[in-house]
């Protein structure tokens, strides 16, 4: 990677647009899905960012690209004859989501993993057929040419398939990806009654990944790399919805780890742990702070409370 230039990271999945109902009636429309908000996230802090998702020429595709072109973001269409996805988020007085979806995934075309520095993926791309057997196939190209892969499962049980072929899926991609980042809900579904999100965490991390953490809302996060576990504790502030927060974290490691050179480090110490997540985490809380999905810029603190 040149010093001249910004690192370059390919991220793929879907963007849509969400329909955020509140309790008191309103409604808002914001551009959204895992990996847009992850791309947008990475642009932000400084990263050459490419978004490769299906976009429609239709008035949520609109919100779509003028959202992306704000935030640096390079749209890289994988077919456009179809309509924008979009997810109805419904909030409760706590400022909780829950979510219903309009959308397919089955991409044209994907990029060359190998114009990249990383490569990402994750959320409904990566398990929603058919475009996600073109998803896998880009992360063993990636891994394959040694790229680094970061991924995030980001479930959704609704839209996913049963538990067993899901899960067979999600630890078939963390075998092939060096970060790995799942929630506290990520990790009840796939353990399915078996164990908990900490236990499931610690399975995922032996089965390839150089670091996995483990998000758990308003608690303390989770890092992994190795034997090396940590936890890192999550800033107070006053919350408007917690939209995109998962995203913002994993995009913002992403950053972090390019940014410091870490991409190709086959272990890390608790220490260097514990400066990724209190990064990760503070811009997390951040995107919680305002409506939607919206992540932080650099330069960027965390808002006084009160």
Same mark, same amino acid.
């Given at each position: 990677?040149?010093?001249?230039? /910004?690192?370059? /990271?390919?991220?793929?999945?879907?963007?849509?647009?969400?329909?955020?109902?509140?309790?008191?009636?309103?409604?808002?429309?914001?551009?959204?899905?895992?990996?847009?908000?992850?791309?947008?996230?990475?642009?932000?802090?400084?990263? #050459?960012?490419?978004?490769? +998702?299906?976009?429609?020429?239709?008035?949520?595709?609109?919100?779509?690209?003028?959202?992306?072109? =704000?935030?640096?973001?390079?749209?890289?269409?994988?077919?456009?004859?179809?309509?924008?996805?979009?997810?109805?988020?419904?909030?409760?007085?706590?400022? +909780? +989501?829950?979510?219903?979806?309009?959308?397919?995934?089955?991409?044209?075309?994907?990029?060359?993993?190998?114009?990249?520095?990383?490569?990402?993926?994750?959320?409904?791309?990566?398990?929603?057929?058919?475009?996600?057997?073109?998803?896998?196939?880009?992360?063993?190209?990636?891994?394959?040419?040694?790229?680094?892969?970061?991924? #995030?499962?980001?479930?959704?049980?609704?839209?996913?398939?049963?538990?067993?072929?899901? =899960?067979?899926?999600?630890? %078939?991609?963390?075998?092939?990806?060096?970060?790995?980042?799942?929630?506290?809900? %990520? /990790? !009840?579904? &796939?353990?399915?009654?078996?164990? %908990?999100?900490?236990?499931?965490?610690? !399975?995922?991390?032996?089965?390839?990944?150089?670091?996995?953490?483990?998000?758990?809302?308003?608690?303390?996060?989770?890092?992994?790399?190795?034997?090396?576990?940590?936890?890192?504790?999550?800033?107070?502030?006053?919350?408007?919805?917690?939209?995109? /927060?998962? #995203?913002?974290?994993?995009?913002?490691?992403?950053?972090? &780890?390019? &940014?410091?050179?870490?991409?190709?480090?086959?272990?890390?110490?608790?220490?260097?742990?514990? !400066?990724?997540?209190?990064?990760?985490?503070?811009?997390?809380?951040?995107?919680?702070?305002?409506?939607?999905?919206?992540?932080?810029?650099?330069?960027?603190?965390?808002?006084? =409370?009160?």
């Amino acid at each position: 990677m040149s010093a001249a230039r /910004a690192p370059r /990271a390919l991220v793929v999945g879907e963007a849509l647009v969400d329909v955020t109902r509140k309790p008191d009636g309103s409604v808002a429309e914001h551009p959204g899905g895992s990996p847009l908000n992850v791309a947008v996230t990475m642009a932000r802090q400084g990263i #050459d960012t490419t978004l490769a +998702a299906q976009v429609g020429d239709d008035h949520f595709g609109s919100l779509v690209r003028a959202h992306l072109e =704000r935030s640096g973001v390079t749209l890289d269409g994988t077919g456009s004859s179809v309509p924008t996805a979009s997810a109805t988020a419904t909030l409760d007085e706590g400022g +909780a +989501a829950t979510y219903e979806f309009d959308l397919h995934w089955d991409p044209e075309s994907l990029p060359d993993p190998a114009d990249f520095d990383l490569v990402h993926v994750g959320s409904i791309g990566a398990w929603m057929a058919p475009g996600a057997d073109a998803v896998a196939d880009l992360v063993r190209r990636a891994h394959a040419s040694g790229q680094p892969v970061g991924f #995030d499962p980001n479930v959704r049980p609704a839209l996913a398939p049963s538990i067993p072929v899901l =899960r067979q899926r999600v630890f %078939d991609l963390a075998r092939l990806s060096r970060f790995v980042k799942l929630s506290d809900e %990520d /990790a !009840e579904v &796939l353990a399915d009654g078996h164990g %908990d999100p900490l236990s499931v965490l610690r !399975e995922l991390a032996t089965h390839g990944p150089v670091l996995a953490a483990l998000t758990r809302g308003g608690e303390s996060a989770v890092l992994r790399s190795g034997d090396t576990e940590v936890e890192v504790q999550v800033p107070q502030v006053e919350v408007a919805d917690t939209i995109g /927060a998962g #995203d913002t974290w994993m995009g913002t490691l992403l950053t972090e &780890l390019l &940014l410091r050179g870490w991409t190709d480090r086959t272990a890390f110490t608790a220490e260097e742990l514990r !400066e990724l997540g209190k990064a990760a985490v503070a811009a997390a809380a951040i995107t919680v702070s305002r409506p939607g999905a919206d992540p932080p810029w650099r330069g960027e603190r965390l808002p006084p =409370r009160g």
